[in-house]
Nanobody, 126 residues
Framework: QVHVAESGGGLVQPGGSLRLSCLAS????????LGWFRQAPGQEREFVAA????????YYADSAKGRFSISRERAKSTVYLQMNSLKPEDTAVYYC???????????????????WGQGTQVTVSS
C-alpha cells in the first residue's frame, strides 16, 4: 500500500539546476525519514540527502553540501531535492526512499529504508 515515486529528472547542462520530487502515499509518515540516493553507471548506490518527514532534521552527503538542498511539503506528502551547480559527476539515477525512523548517524544507510521509488534519470552533460 505504501508507495514512493520520484520524478523531475532530465538532461541539464553543467552548472545548471534541477529539482526532483518525491511523492509518498499510502501511510502516515510523521516519524519517518525520507532519503535521496543515487547510482551512477558502474557505481554502487550512494546516499545524497535525507530529511525527517515531520521535523527540521536534515542530513547531507559531503558531495551534496552547499549545492543540494532537501525540503518538504507535508500537506502534499512531497519531498524535493533542489540540485544546483550540477556537475557531470552528478549524472545518475536518483532514488527516493522512505524509512520508518529517524536515527542520528544512520540515515545514510540503505538498510534504514524499506520503501523505494523506481528512480529518475539525471544527466548532466553539454
Amino acid at each position: 500500500q505504501v508507495h514512493v515515486a520520484e520524478s523531475g529528472g532530465g538532461l541539464v547542462q553543467p552548472g545548471g539546476s534541477l529539482r526532483l520530487s518525491c511523492l509518498a502515499s499510502g501511510g502516515s509518515f510523521s516519524n519517518y525519514a525520507l532519503g535521496w540516493f543515487r547510482q551512477a553507471p558502474g557505481q554502487e548506490r550512494e546516499f545524497v540527502a535525507a530529511t525527517r518527514w515531520n521535523g527540521a532534521s536534515t542530513y547531507y552527503a559531503d558531495s551534496a553540501k552547499g549545492r543540494f538542498s532537501i525540503s518538504r511539503e507535508r500537506a502534499k506528502s512531497t519531498v524535493y531535492l533542489q540540485m544546483n551547480s550540477l556537475k557531470p559527476e552528478d549524472t545518475a539515477v536518483y532514488y527516493c526512499a522512505l524509512g520508518s525512523r529517524w536515527v542520528v548517524g544512520r540515515m545514510s544507510l540503505e538498510g534504514e529504508y524499506a520503501y523505494w521509488g523506481q528512480g529518475t534519470q539525471v544527466t548532466v552533460s553539454s
